[in-house]
C-alpha cells in the first residue's frame, strides 16, 4: 500500500515524518512525503497567545487529512488539542524517545553547583512556552526568562550568537534532529553545555517526545497499516497525560505540564504541574500520584492541582 504522509515542513517535523515512514516502509509499505504549510509556521516572531488557539501547527494538516490529499498526518503529539475532528484519530503512537526538557546554555553561564537549573543568577533564557517560563521563574526566579520563537535551529542559532544565555528546548526534538542530520552537519554548536531537566521536577508539556500518527477513521485499509508501529507501552502513559490536559482544557498559553511513568507490572506515576504567571514571579502547584488506572490518575491528579492552585 502507498501511503503519503502530511507533516510540517520545519526540519524536526520532517524527521519525525521520516521515522514514521521507515517504519512503515519496513511493513511493506510505500511511503510519500507532502509538506504542509501551518498557521504556527507562518508567525514565528509571537508568542503563542498572539496567533491563535492552541492547535496553530496542525489544523491544515488535519484538513489535508479530511480532505483526502494525504492518507496519514504526523504531528508532535503535544501540539495536538484535546479534540480533533471527529472524523479522525490517533490510531498509533511509536515509542517516545524522552519527555524531558533540555537546557542549553553558553559556557559563561553555567553555574553547576545549581543541581536542577545549573545557571548563574542574571542568566537570560530563551523560551515561548508559558509552562516553561512559569517554572523557570518559581525555581528559579533571579534569571531573566525572554521570548524566543522559531523552529529548534532558529532557537539553537539565537543561542549561539548570543541574543540567550540559555535556552530551554525538548530533548527528543534535539535528539531526532542530531539523528536525522547530514554527516558532518554540527546540530548543537561545539562550546553549548547541555543538561537534561529532571521531568518529575521540571514536567513537560503532555506528551512531549511523543509522534502521534492520525488517520481518518473511514479508512480502514489505512489503520490497519498504522497500528503495526504503535507502542502500547507509551500509548498507555499518553492516557494520563492526555485526560488531564483535556480536564485543564489547556493549550499553548496555559503554564500547565503532565508526565506519566510506566513502571513494571503497569503501575503509572503521573507527575503534573499548574500555574499562574503574572510575567514576573510564578506560583506553581505541583502533584505526583500512583496508580494503574490513567483516566482515573488523571482525574485524581486534576482535583489535587486545582485545589493546590486555589489557594497558591
Known amino acids: 500500500m502507498k501511503l503519503r504522509i502530511g507533516t510540517r515542513g520545519s526540519a524536526l517535523a520532517r524527521a ?27 508567525s514565528t516572531h509571537r508568542a503563542f497567545a498572539d496567533v491563535g488557539m492552541f492547535g496553530i501547527f496542525v489544523r491544515e494538516i488535519e484538513a ?9 498526518a504526523v504531528h508532535s503529539y503535544k501540539d495536538l488539542p484535546s479534540f480533533s475532528p471527529i472524523e479522525l484519530f ?22 553547576e553547583t545549581r543541581e536542577l537549573i545549573p545557571l548563574k543568577p542574571g542568566a537570560r533564557v530563551g523560551t515561548s512556552a508559558a509552562r516553561r517560563q512559569a517554572l523557570l521563574r518559581s525555581l528559579r526566579p533571579d534569571l531573566e526568562v525572554g521570548l524566543l520563537r522559531g523552529n529548534v535551529p ?16 525538548a530533548a527528543a526534538g534535539v535528539s531526532r534532529l542530531v539523528r ?27 506528551a512531549q517526545g511523543a509522534i502521534a ?7 480502514a485499509p489505512v489503520i ?3 497500528k503495526a508501529i504503535d507502542d502500547p507501552r507509551t500509548a498507555r502513559a499518553l492516557r494520563a497525560e492526555r485526560e ?22 503497569d503501575s503509572l506515576t503521573l507527575h503534573a504541574v499548574l500555574g499562574r504567571d503574572d510575567g514576573t514571579v510564578a506560583h506553581v502547584a505541583h502533584v505526583a500520584l500512583n496508580g494503574d488506572d490513567p483516566e482515573a490518575l488523571a482525574d485524581a491528579a486534576w482535583r489535587g492541582l486545582a485545589a493546590s492552585a486555589s489557594v497558591a
Open 90 to 111: 490517533v490510531a498509533a503512537v511509536p515509542e517516545r524517545i524522552d519527555a524531558a526538557d533540555l537546557l542549553m546554555a553558553r559556557p559563561e553561564w553555567v553555574d
Open 180 to 206: 536525522a542530520s547530514a554527516s558532518g552537519v554540527r546540530v548543537v554548536p561545539a562550546n553549548v553545555v547541555s543538561t537534561r531537566l529532571d521531568p518529575a521536577i521540571f514536567v513537560p508539556a503532555p
Open 244 to 265: 488531564l490536559l483535556a480536564l485543564a482544557e489547556g493549550g499553548c498559553t496555559l503554564p500547565f505540564g503532565a508526565w506519566c511513568e510506566v513502571f513494571d507490572g
Open 224 to 226: 490497519d497499516a498504522v
Open 16 to 42: 519525525q515524518a521520516a521515522d514514521v515512514a521507515r517504519r512503515l516502509q519496513s511493513f511493506g509499505h510505500e511511503t510519500e512525503i507532502v509538506v504542509i504549510s501551518t498557521a504556527g509556521d507562518r
Open 213 to 219: 500518527v492520525q488517520v481518518r477513521r473511514d479508512a
Open 154 to 169: 532558529t532557537r539553537i542559532d539565537a543561542l549561539a550568537k548570543g541574543r540567550f544565555d540559555a535556552i530551554v528546548l
Open 64 to 72: 489535508a487529512l479530511l480532505d483526502g490529499r494525504v492518507d496519514v
